[in-house]
């Protein structure tokens, strides 16, 4: 959620941390602010809403100084103020603070009766006022950081600042993510790669519970009172991978991008000339013995979880679950005491929950996949297999080619899980992974129907108050997707919804003011769905019918609108369907004027319950 960089620089470190804060603005967050030490004092300079406003603080307000730290808030104790930006600061030490404090009033109420004053509602003031009150015990900074990770419960990235010391900078992480970035005779520490890629490309990625000391010449990383070391990787991540290109947002330069970063990610898991899928060489999960495949994850990527259940159950007759990672994590399910794999999904690798049903389902003895678009991410290291998704930076909030790229992944995987199985034919992969290799050319067709997706935006749905979307089978989460993406960025309600699901309540919504978008290509349940399209249009729903030439030839007199995609084989056909409910939610959130990189509310990581 909320992004963090610190750095320790030769010259004003101000225009640096506002640069790398704007490459964390996908991150979401509602205020913002910089910290800097001039002779030896902290000075800040803080705004509510967007960093323009800090900008322009900034211009009429001018912050020197070569050592600082930067945050961009996502709220969660106080709401959105200047007063609750971080850094949070006491005259002796400045935060910035990713994540939730829980055990925040206990120590606030011990720290209140020591006599401080607070002045923020946040919770991170109490790791200020702690630090502070370790200091004056005559504690150095690195003495304070320790003591304070041994007082402090919760999910937190965090760096501090302290008066007098223009060559240092301690942080720390538990359960949200933290790397630090190496210079010449400069250091640098932030969320993640992202945030340093301008500066450097030699990072380390620190450990849960892991603490740091940045001074100019290196980094000194703790875990409790012992050194440890952690390697220096090289980030893959550039500077210009974060531009927008010549689209007008980021989530459609994204969603422009996945022919390109589907095929890539194909070129990583199928051989064209044999039409075969493999995993890696050394991959250790045994599909062989497996019982139940549980899939756990948040968001857009539970859906993909959704699409990856029929897959798994048709190719590799496996048994699966899929669980909203929050719920799995404290409904503690049975699981398996033999066969059992956990399949976590995750575009950071980061997010809080999911992490936490990985460690739920460890701990049940599961063999434990992920598939994460970060391949040093948490999730990443502590799982037993990974299987990455190669995406590239996604800086819209709202996922387009993460999603897309997921779903390639875990169609390749289900069809590895049915070889090794013995439940899908030499042919029949070979099928598959031939309908997969032509896939980037048909979302290439669908992208070309731009002004098809923009006129029923307009004309269409930017009006409605109410969307429904409807799919059955493979299509059923791509129209819960569909839905959310609507809702994400234009802010109109939405719902998706199993087509045989609609006589038992929903239909009692339509009537003609209710755009109703059908995901419905030519499969096995064409008819069926088409029986829904019907009953949709005798109560005067408007009809957005998405098919293929097939489909679109007997139903498109009755739809208010058609998208004609080309015919692909059944299987893959969510991937492709994906496309056309991500522009229609794009055009639809332009003509209404929303921010459609940053929507309001949402986080693009979500490391904090």
Request: aromatic share 6%; net charge negative; glycine share 8%.
């Amino acid at each position: 959620m909320c992004g963090i960089i610190g750095i320790i620089g030769k010259a004003s470190v101000t225009p640096l941390l506002v640069e790398a804060l704007k490459r964390l603005e996908y991150r979401g967050y509602d205020s913002a602010g910089v910290a800097t030490l001039i002779n030896g004092h902290i000075d800040r300079r803080r705004a509510e809403g967007k960093l323009v406003n800090l900008e322009a603080r900034l211009a009429r307000e001018p912050l020197a100084g070569t050592i600082g730290i930067g945050h961009t808030r996502w709220a969660t104790h106080g709401k959105p103020s200047e007063r609750n930006a971080h850094p949070i600061a006491t005259e002796r030490v400045a935060v910035v603070h990713n994540g939730i404090i829980e055990n925040y009033q206990e120590l606030k109420d011990e720290l209140l009766a020591e006599g401080r004053r607070f002045d923020s509602d946040t919770d991170t003031e109490v790791v200020a006022q702690l630090l502070t009150s370790l200091l004056e015990r005559q504690a150095t900074p690195q003495e304070a950081m320790a003591g304070a990770m041994e007082r402090l419960r919760g999910a937190f990235a965090l760096v501090a600042l302290f008066a007098g010391r223009h060559d240092l900078l301690v942080g720390a992480r538990r359960g949200s993510s933290l790397a630090v970035g190496y210079g010449e005779g400069e250091m640098y520490i932030g969320t993640d790669a992202l945030a340093l890629a301008p500066f450097t490309k030699r990072v380390t990625y620190l450990e849960e519970d892991d603490w740091v000391v940045l001074q100019p010449a290196g980094a000194t990383i703790y875990q409790g009172g012992q050194k440890v070391s952690r390697p220096i990787k090289q980030s893959g991540i550039s500077g210009a991978m974060m531009g927008k290109g010549n689209h007008r947002h980021f989530m459609l330069k994204e969603i422009y991008e996945q022919p390109a970063v589907v095929g890539d990610t194909l070129q990583t898991y199928i051989d064209p000339a044999t039409r075969t899928v493999h995993l890696p060489a050394s991959f250790p999960i045994d599909w062989t013995s497996a019982t139940r495949l549980t899939i756990t994850a948040c968001g857009t990527a539970f859906y993909a979880g959704l699409v990856a259940k029929y897959w798994f159950e048709k190719l590799a007759r496996l048994p699966v679950e899929v669980d909203v990672a929050s719920e799995l994590r404290y409904r503690e399910p049975p699981l398996p005491e033999k066969g059992g794999i956990c399949l976590a999904i995750s575009q950071s690798g980061e997010t809080i929950d999911t992490l936490e049903a990985l460690r739920y389902a460890k701990r049940n003895g599961q063999a434990i996949l992920a598939i994460v678009n970060v391949p040093e991410s948490a999730i990443a290291r502590e799982a037993d297999a990974v299987l990455p998704t190669l995406a590239g930076p996604e800086i819209g909030v709202a996922s387009t080619k993460a999603f897309t790229t997921q779903l390639t992944v875990l169609l390749a995987t289900a069809i590895a899980a049915g070889r090794a199985r013995g439940t899908l034919a030499v042919a029949e992969e070979a099928r598959l992974a031939h309908a997969l290799i032509e896939l980037p050319a048909a979302i290439n067709e669908a992208l070309a129907l731009e002004s098809h997706y923009k006129r029923i935006a307009d004309d269409i749905l930017a009006a409605a108050r109410d969307v429904l979307y409807l799919g059955r089978g493979q299509s059923f989460p791509i129209a819960l997707e569909g839905a959310l993406k609507l809702k994400e960025i234009s802010y109109i309600h939405a719902e998706g919804y199993a087509g045989g699901e609609m006589k038992h309540g929903p239909i009692a919504l339509i009537d003609e003011s209710v755009p109703v978008v059908v995901v419905a290509p030519s499969d096995a349940l064409f008819d069926k769905i088409a029986s829904n399209f019907e009953q949709v249009r005798a109560r005067g729903g408007k009809l957005v019918l998405l098919s293929d030439a097939d489909g679109a030839a007997r139903l498109t007199g009755h739809a208010a609108a058609t998208v004609t995609l080309p015919a692909v084989d059944p299987m893959v056909a969510p991937i492709l369907y994906t496309v056309p409910v991500q522009l229609l939610a794009y055009y639809t959130a332009v003509a209404k004027g929303t921010d459609v990189d940053q929507p309001r509310n949402l986080a693009k990581s979500v490391t904090v319950e």
